[in-house]
């Protein structure tokens, strides 16, 4: 009778380069043959087998339950909203900090030089998030009025909504697609972040001026402590602190993703029966055609000007994302903030679970395509 052992030992883990080294030794010995390896010699000769896994891997593992996460709140927030009721609005801008002090952590100079490389592409996003984004939201926000007859708040929380950065979602979203373009996703959002702190509140004055007023002091200084203050936290450990980046890189994947679930559960836990009403549903309606269209306009206008450009369909994919997808939660802090009118957190509040769904319903789409083009 044949007996086979196997040792599983846990040889080390330690942090490399932000991500975690771990080697797994494992011996097989037999009856038949274990007097030939006494023979030779007192040791096992033991087959080493080693895993890297680095943080990259890790974030791709995190941001691969993403989808299920965000539809996994939304159903719970819809079937009992108590289980995220008690995080309210107070907790927003805390929670979008962390993420935004998350994106510097895992930003280098390495990566903005490699996408500094593509200038075309960083222009072509910046355009599509602050120009074709904000067309789309003043045109949906203006249909919101003329045709489904909704108030001017819901309106203008629509037009909030286009205004702000790109989604650090988009990043994630980007890498589970095409790795490649990581670098050039996360410039494209870090320079529309820095930026949003003059751009979001100057096109919010440009849109809702004239439909509610609009603190647009108030908001770059909103903007500084959440957005700007947060990554240049980042940026800055990770330069001058880099042992700290290590040792706490490993558990941001999984805490972004659960403060991304509190995110999306609580805005519709708390207004769960404003929007089941009929207005509710008009503006789901109108978030989903907006996503809809930036995310198409994306993917479409790239392939129009970089038609010639050999990794064109990547591009197309990756300024889908980052024309698709954008801080909806940032929106969200700043209507909880500036405006006294609730209903213009309701938009934003819908665009954050619309969002994640229908980007990571494309990561499904496209990553599955990748699949299956390659030999």
């Known amino acids: ?48 087998i080693s895993e890297d896994f680095s943080f990259m891997k890790m974030l791709k593992g995190a941001g691969s339950f993403l989808p299920v996460v965000v539809i996994a709140s939304a159903v719970l927030a819809i079937i ?21 002090f998350a994106v510097g952590v ?27 984004k904000p067309l789309l939201g003043y045109l949906f926000g203006s249909i919101s009025m ?41 410039v494209m959002t870090s320079l529309s972040t820095a930026t949003a702190v003059f751009v979001t509140p100057s096109l919010s004055l440009l849109l809702i001026g004239k439909k509610l007023p609009v603190d647009v002091k108030g908001m770059v200084a ?21 042992e700290i980046s290590r040792a706490i890189r490993p558990f ?24 089941s009403t009929p207005s509710g549903v008009s503006v789901l309606l109108l978030v989903i055609a907006f996503h809809l269209s930036a995310f198409v306009a994306g993917y479409g206008l790239t392939g129009l000007f970089f038609r010639k450009s050999s990794d064109v369909k990547a591009l197309q994919r990756t300024l889908s994302y ?9 929106a969200l802090a700043l209507a909880n903030k500036f405006f006294p009118d609730p209903l213009v957190g309701i938009p934003p509040a819908i665009s954050t679970v619309i969002m994640s769904l229908m980007g990571f319903s494309l990561v499904l789409v496209w990553s599955q395509r990748r699949e299956e083009m390659t030999p």
């Open 1 to 48: 009778m044949q007996t086979i052992t196997l040792f599983f030992v846990l040889d080390e883990v330690k942090c490399v380069s932000g991500g975690v080294s771990r080697t797994l030794l494992v011996t097989s010995s037999s009856s038949e043959n274990s007097s030939e390896h006494r023979k030779s010699s007192n040791t096992w000769e033991t087959p080493k």
């Open 80 to 100: 009992y909203p108590p289980s995220f009721t008690w995080f309210t609005s107070r907790y927003y801008a805390p929670a979008l900090g962390f993420l935004m």
């Open 106 to 132: 895992n930003s280098t100079e390495k990566d903005f030089v490699e996408a500094f490389n593509q200038p075309s592409a960083v222009v072509a996003g910046y355009t599509g998030q602050f120009l074709v």
């Open 146 to 186: 003329a045709i489904f007859g909704l108030p001017a708040s819901l309106a203008a929380g629509i037009m909030l909504t286009s205004c702000v950065s790109g989604a650090q979602l988009s990043n994630y979203a980007t890498f589970l697609t095409d790795p490649q373009m990581a670098p050039l996703s996360i």
């Open 222 to 242: 909103n903007i500084l402590q959440i957005v700007v203050t947060p990554v240049a936290t980042g940026l800055l450990l990770n330069r001058f602190f880099p």
């Open 252 to 275: 941001l994947p999984s805490l972004s993703v659960f403060v991304t679930a509190l995110c999306v559960g609580a805005p519709l836990a708390i207004n769960v029966k404003l929007i």
């Open 322 to 330: 980052e024309t698709g997808m954008q801080s909806s939660l940032l």
